[in-house]
Each structure stands twice: as structure tokens, then as C-alpha cells.
């Protein structure tokens, strides 16, 4: 008995993406050009405001993530999706209410708003689901907005002092605190907005999701690790009062200028340790519940 050759496969692969750089450009040029003095002041603010060094990064970054996952791209057919339109139009509106009134975070949240709505003209919501992190990212790099920042750190300035006091106390030195003053036998320790340790925590949020995503490929681990942060950088910040204020019984001078500064890049090291111990304890437990 012959039998017939088999016909070829009806479902042949699907060939790859190919992108249209010229439209690619273009858009990504007017994007630059349209929001430029939003990127250029939000920039000058990274330079000028500790609390936003970590800005310079984030960019950089995500882009690194987009370009890793370049072949991915390639391979996901564009299929342009019109409301893409619709979410630049409405970005640009953004902008420029939120410029007239001076609300700087409304204007440079329309930034990302843009893109991702370029995103979704160009490439359709599977290049936005692809690209989901990369922006999710973006969103570290603009400020948090003035009112918000306020109360953070006036919450942040209270909780550290609160714990700087336990802390001495813990030490055998006497502490009296008033309100985020700290009165010790040699001197008084005033917790200021630079010590609120609301830097630490912006840093470390981002850094906990970078980490997070290049060690562990489950997702709800980015996001475990990132509430993690919260009361990592806060203990963090409350043991950098702690040690500032039993170095300023030794000698007040460790309590200014360099020595203080010294104080609280080491205490962000240590940060960065627990938040990797907390991560290796979070594995072996997910493994352990696995195993069960």
C-alpha cells in the first residue's frame, strides 16, 4: 500500500515583526521635542534634589530591559490599536492644563501617559503588556508630588524619631524626645526633613524592583520585595538616628557635617543587605510551601 506525502503544514510559522523605524522615529522625535522643557526641569530637579538622585537611573534602566527584550518584540506582530491616539491626545492636554497651572506632577506624568499611548498606536496593547514593567518603572523618575511629600515626611520625621529614642534608650543613654527633637546629656539631635529618610525609601523601592527582576523571575516576588522596603528604610533610618545619636555622646562633631553623611550612605548598604536577606528568606519559604 503507497501512501500519499504529507501535505505541508498549513500553520507556518509567522514570520517576525518588522518594525517601521521612520514611524518609530518620528514619533519618539516629537515626543522628545513636545516635552522637552517637562524633561529638562524634571532633570535640573534630579541634579538639585538628593531625595530624586536615583532619577538619572531609571531611564537608563528600563531602557536596558526594553533592549533585552528586543527579540521578544520582534517576534509580537504590531497590530496599531487607535486609542493609542487618543491616550497622546489627551496627554498633551495633560500637559499643557497642568503647565498653566503650575502642577508639575500632572505635566510630567502626561509624559509617560504619551508613551505608552505611542506604544500602544504603533505596536497594539501586546507591545504595552511586553513593555508593562520597563514603564512601570518610568514612574520612579518624577517626583511625587509636593502636598504628598509633605506629609510623607513629616510622618517619616516622627516615626524616626520615635524609633531613634527607643533605640538610645536600648544604649543606656538618657533621651528625652520632643515632637522630632531628641534631647541627649551632651547635646540636642533635631530630626530635619533631610534625615526623614524619605530618600532612602524612594531609592530603595526602585533599587527592590531592579533587584527583584534580574534575580527572580516570578512576579509576585518584585512586588513582595517592594512592600518590603517600607519598613526596611524606615528600621534603617531609625538605626541611623540611633547611631548618630550614641556617636554625638562620643564626640558631637560625628553628628555634622561628613561624619553624618558617612553615617547614612553605610546605613543604605545595610538597607540593601536586609532587603537581599529578606528575598533569600522569601525563596526558602516559597520553597518550603512548594515542597509541602
Known amino acids: 500500500m503507497v501512501t500519499a506525502p504529507a501535505a505541508p503544514s498549513s500553520q507556518a510559522p509567522a514570520p517576525p515583526a518588522k518594525w517601521n523605524i521612520p514611524l518609530i522615529a518620528w514619533f519618539g522625535a516629537l515626543l522628545v521635542v513636545c516635552y522637552a522643557p517637562i524633561l529638562y526641569r524634571m532633570g535640573v530637579q534630579w541634579a538639585t534634589d538628593e531625595n530624586m538622585g536615583h532619577g538619572f537611573f531609571v531611564p537608563i534602566i528600563s531602557g536596558y530591559i526594553v533592549w533585552q527584550r528586543r527579540d521578544t518584540l520582534l517576534g509580537t506582530p504590531t497590530n496599531p490599536n487607535k486609542w493609542g491616539l487618543v491616550m497622546v491626545i489627551w496627554a498633551a492636554l495633560q500637559a499643557l492644563i497642568a503647565t498653566l ?108 524592583l531592579v533587584y527583584a527582576y534580574f534575580t527572580d523571575k516570578r512576579v509576585w516576588m518584585r512586588w513582595a520585595l517592594l512592600v518590603a522596603t517600607i519598613p526596611i528604610a524606615i528600621g534603617a533610618n531609625g538605626v541611623r538616628v540611633a547611631v548618630t545619636g550614641l556617636l554625638s555622646e562620643i564626640n558631637t562633631k560625628f553628628a555634622q557635617g561628613a561624619y553624618h553623611e558617612m553615617e547614612g550612605y553605610i546605613v543604605f548598604v545595610v538597607a540593601l543587605a536586609a532587603l537581599i536577606i529578606t528575598h533569600r528568606m522569601l525563596v526558602f519559604g516559597a520553597k518550603k510551601f512548594e515542597d509541602a
Request: hydrophobic fraction near 55%.
Open 101 to 208: 497651572g503650575a502642577e508639575l506632577f500632572t505635566a510630567r506624568l502626561s509624559f509617560l501617559i504619551a508613551l505608552v499611548g505611542t506604544i500602544l498606536y504603533l505596536g497594539g496593547t501586546e507591545w504595552v503588556k511586553k513593555l508593562a514593567f520597563p514603564l512601570l518603572l518610568l514612574l520612579f523618575m518624577i517626583p511625587i508630588p509636593s502636598i504628598i511629600y509633605a506629609q510623607l515626611t513629616l510622618r517619616l520625621q516622627m516615626l524616626a524619631s520615635q524609633l531613634g529614642e527607643v533605640m538610645i534608650g536600648w544604649m543606656g543613654i538618657p533621651v528625652l524626645r520632643s515632637g522630632n527633637t531628641l534631647q541627649l546629656p551632651s547635646q540636642t539631635l533635631d530630626i530635619a526633613e533631610a534625615c526623614s529618610g524619605i530618600r532612602s525609601l524612594l531609592s530603595l523601592g526602585f533599587l527592590s
